[in-house]
């Protein structure tokens, strides 16, 4: 069940789609005729989407769904009319589904069998809610089937706090503290943690207890032993519930090796959890969907402990789809699908089995497709890319009203855009191309490997007065600040920034900014030609893509006053030992601008 209030629900600020998965065989039919194709194709996208987020059956709770995609897309391909696509789409979705039933235009579908039993006074009732989607990682988005645990691991808990490390570079540090716990189910757990940073951000040390996790119910001590690295600015430590259930912590140490290999301690704030009526003072409680509490009985030490636990019950709203009701969606090419949404279950699971051996032979199947090992090279893997972002934004994007795309028909057109695709790069854009028509700042496509073969120019642009104007340069004998680029490879400059704007979603200011800072973004080591106008002359100029790392309009302190009491602190660059050096002045001034 959709939240009602979904647009509230469901920011759209956390949604990426990773244009990740890989081919899956180097087969490419050509006979098969394409505007049927399409139609196959369309009819298991649909499908695929109300069975994953809504049919509530534990089966389809344990398939590989990027791999059913890839997978299924093969299958359907080749149907050769409406009874042959009925029969291969039940093939691959009864396994999963049982109980749902694929009908013709103008027909009547079967009631759906066996969810009624007769006794029914110890059964309990599964069926899915959606707080936003639960993508399998932390964060305020969730989705759930009720009655059944909580996704093993979705999300943490955490209580942070961190010091300086200015007297112990070099030296053993040592964690410690008691916990006890009350988890169960995989991935439900307790952890320590501990992480050393350096100046430059990066990461010197970090041990979380993952190979360890903590989930006695009685009081023990547990410790992390690391090394602060000689150019350490901070130590940074906690204590996470992983999941769901309940952390109880108490006595932080931390204790750091002198030289005499004496473990002298560090004084961190409210070690003991003595200080604060309710909340945890001098501790950093960022996770959303957890809540921390100072208990006063049952503490390992002294008269206080603190209480980590997941505030989400297993059931997200009051409110879930009843037995018996269902969904009847049209997947197209003269088909039609009923989808129940609500299922008993029982010690055994969902009621309303299929075949055991169908299920386990189409698990095997999927087994054996190994996504990290091949590339989008092949059609079945773009088709099942399609299928998966496609599905993600028609079920669970909140602003279509706004927008006013017409989303079904972008199915067809990327299905067909991914099919004429011939390497990893025309997919990468094509992808681009259908999130962009969202017209929503947040979303973006993003390969890595692909993104680490790309280099721009030695300049950063803006569009300023109606023209492509350099407003830094790392050239200055080539490029200079104030310069107004007409054409790059023949293409005008503006023409060249509208082109960009077709693969970056968001609003007509948003393109026209983004696509300006993407400016001449290309192949690394290709060659450009670009013409400049520099006051009145005009000149061209060849010049490498090479450039790896953003370029800033101004080089600056990340910390300044800038006039009359007026202080600059850059968040972005800026460390907490610089922050706090400056706290003084910060504090006196009459303004301080923060970039972030």
Not at 112 to 119: A, D, R, V, Y
Not at 179 to 196: A, E, H, I
Not at 236 to 241: I, P, Q, R, S
Request: aromatic letters at 10%.
């Amino acid at each position: 069940m959709m939240n009602s209030t979904k647009r509230e629900s469901l920011s759209f600020a956390i949604l990426v789609i990773f244009a990740s998965l890989a081919s899956l065989v180097g087969y490419s039919p050509q006979s098969v005729d394409d505007t049927k194709a399409i139609e196959n194709l369309r009819a298991f996208a649909k499908l695929y989407g109300y069975v994953k987020y809504f049919h509530p059956s534990d089966e389809a709770s344990r398939i590989d769904w990027d791999k059913f995609a890839v997978y299924g897309m093969e299958k359907v391909w080749q149907a050769k009319d409406k009874r042959n696509l009925n029969r291969v789409l039940e093939e691959l979705f009864l396994p999963i589904a049982p109980t749902i039933r694929i009908y013709g235009s103008g027909e009547k579908p079967e009631a759906p069998g066996q969810l009624l039993p007769k006794e029914r006074s110890q059964l309990k009732k599964v069926a899915w809610q959606h707080k936003g989607i639960g993508m399998g990682r932390p964060g305020p988005y969730l989705s759930v089937r009720t009655n059944r645990e909580l996704p093993a691991g979705y999300g943490f808990g955490t209580i942070t706090q961190f010091v300086d490390t200015g007297k112990y570079p070099g030296k053993e540090i040592k964690l410690r503290a008691y916990v006890r716990t009350n988890v169960s189910g995989t991935g439900n757990q307790g952890q320590l943690w501990l992480r050393v940073d350096t100046e430059n951000r990066r990461l010197a040390f970090f041990d979380n207890m993952r190979d360890q996790p903590i989930k006695s119910r009685e009081w023990k001590a547990y410790e992390i032993v690391g090394k602060v690295a000689e150019d350490a600015v901070r130590v940074v430590f906690g204590c996470f519930l992983r999941g769901a259930g309940k952390v109880w912590v108490d006595g932080f140490q931390l204790l750091i090796k002198n030289q005499n290999s004496q473990s002298e301690p560090v004084e961190i704030d409210n070690s003991g959890f003595e200080e604060g009526e309710s909340e945890p003072n001098g501790w950093l409680t960022p996770s959303p969907g957890y809540k921390y509490r100072v208990e006063k009985e049952g503490a390992y030490e002294g008269d206080r402990c603190l209480l980590i636990e997941n505030a989400r019950e297993n059931n997200l709203f009051d409110k879930a789809p009843s037995i018996g009701q269902v969904i009847n969606k049209k997947l197209g090419a003269g088909l039609h699908c009923q989808i129940p949404l609500a299922l008993y279950s029982d010690e055994n699971g969902t009621i309303g089995k299929g075949s055991r051996y169908a299920f386990e032979q189409l698990a095997a199947k999927l087994a054996a497709i190994d996504l990290d090992s091949l590339t989008a090279a092949n059609q079945f893997l773009r088709l099942g890319d399609v299928v998966i972002a496609w599905n993600i934004f028609q079920h669970f994007y909140p602003y279509f009203d706004v927008v006013g795309v017409d989303w079904d028909a972008e199915l067809t057109v990327t299905l067909r855009k991914a099919l004429a695709n011939k390497t990893e790069n025309e997919f990468y854009f094509t992808l681009k191309e259908l999130v962009a028509k969202l017209r929503d700042g947040h979303g973006r496509v993003y390969r890595s490997v692909l993104d680490r073969k790309r280099a721009g120019l030695p300049f950063l642009a803006d569009w300023i007065e109606g023209r492509v104007t350099i407003t830094a340069s790392k050239d200055p004998d080539h490029f200079q600040r104030g310069d107004i680029v007409l054409s790059i490879d023949g293409v005008e400059a503006e023409e060249a920034l509208s082109d960009l704007e077709r693969y970056i979603s968001g609003s007509a200011q948003w393109k026209r900014f983004r696509s300006a800072k993407e400016f001449g973004l290309g192949s690394e080591g290709s060659i450009v030609k670009l013409e400049i106008k520099r006051g009145d002359r005009i000149f061209e100029v060849e010049v490498l893509r090479n450039q790896k790392t953003a370029i800033a309009e101004r080089e600056r302190p990340v910390i300044e006053e800038l006039q009359n009491e007026i202080y600059y602190v850059d968040l972005d660059q800026a460390e907490m030992p610089q922050i706090n050096a400056k706290m003084d002045e910060l504090e006196r001034a009459k303004g301080v601008i923060f970039h972030l």
